[in-house]
């Protein structure tokens, strides 16, 4: 059992916006920033989003993140083939003194 | 560019003891917190352990504490995760990850390729 929740799979057709939604608590999401990794297939993670909504040189605006209390969101507009991913939500949890992952969402293009 | 290699993932049985290491290049190893993460075949990501810029502040997560240590030269640029008491649970992927900064909540940014961990009873 992950401390941050996210759905399991989420699907769209391409060119669709899609979003991840990441849950967690005051001793995480709330008082912390949120990251979030995307890993394709066979690959490592990549830093997707970091500090809520900020892009990685190279990562396109099609990818935004938000952060509202203790739950957050990934957006993905302008939906590709190679989005196709596994994507991970991350924060520092001060309860735990470690970091935290999300039990990451299965993103599939129809 | 950033680097991470790791290596030092083998086969080996329950009870027994293990060295992971990484070499990261591209990039002024001293000046970042450096972590490990796991990832089991088929699951998601699992952070291990981290360890401060200087090698001052060491956590673990709590299935790990008392088994692991981690450990880091920057006279070599390296990282380490010294594993004892190994369990079937510890079968996964284990990547060296360098954080954005030197703080200890600085994201983690680059990823090595991982080096594979397998316990088996």
């Known amino acids: 059992q992950s401390v941050l929740t996210q759905p399991p799979s989420a699907s769209g057709t391409p060119g669709q916006r899609v979003t991840i939604s990441c849950s967690g608590s005051?001793?995480?999401?709330?008082?912390?920033?949120l990251h979030w990794y995307q890993q394709l297939p066979g690959t490592a993670p990549k830093l997707l989003i970091y500090?809520?909504?900020q892009r990685p040189s190279g990562v396109p605006d099609r990818f935004s993140g938000s952060k509202s209390g203790t739950s957050a969101s990934l957006a993905i507009s302008g939906l590709r083939s190679e989005d196709e991913a596994d994507y991970y939500c991350?924060?520092?949890?001060?309860?735990?003194?470690?970091?935290?992952f999300g039990g990451g969402t299965k993103l599939t293009v129809l | 560019e950033v680097q991470l290699v790791e290596s030092g993932g083998v086969v080996v049985q329950t009870g027994g003891s293990l060295r992971l290491s990484c070499a990261g290049s591209?990039?002024?190893?001293?000046?970042?917190?450096m972590n490990w993460v796991r990832q089991a075949p088929g699951k998601g990501l699992e952070w291990v352990s981290l360890?401060?810029?200087?090698?001052?502040?060491?956590y673990y997560t709590d299935s790990v504490k008392g088994r692991f240590a981690i450990s880091r030269d920057n006279s070599k640029n390296s990282l380490y995760l010294q594993m004892n008491s190994l369990r079937t649970e510890d079968t996964a992927l284990y990547y060296c990850?360098?954080?954005?900064?030197?703080?200890?909540?600085?994201?983690?940014?680059?990823w090595g390729q991982g080096t594979p961990v397998t316990v088996s009873s």
């Open positions: 005051s001793s995480n999401i709330e008082n912390t920033y």
């Open positions: 360890i401060s810029w200087d090698g001052g502040s060491t």
């Open positions: 990850v360098k954080c954005r900064g030197a703080g200890l909540s600085s994201p983690p940014d680059y």
């Open positions: 991350a924060a520092w949890d001060d309860s735990l003194s470690g970091w935290v």
């Open positions: 591209g990039f002024t190893f001293e000046d970042y917190t």
């Open positions: 500090r809520n909504n």
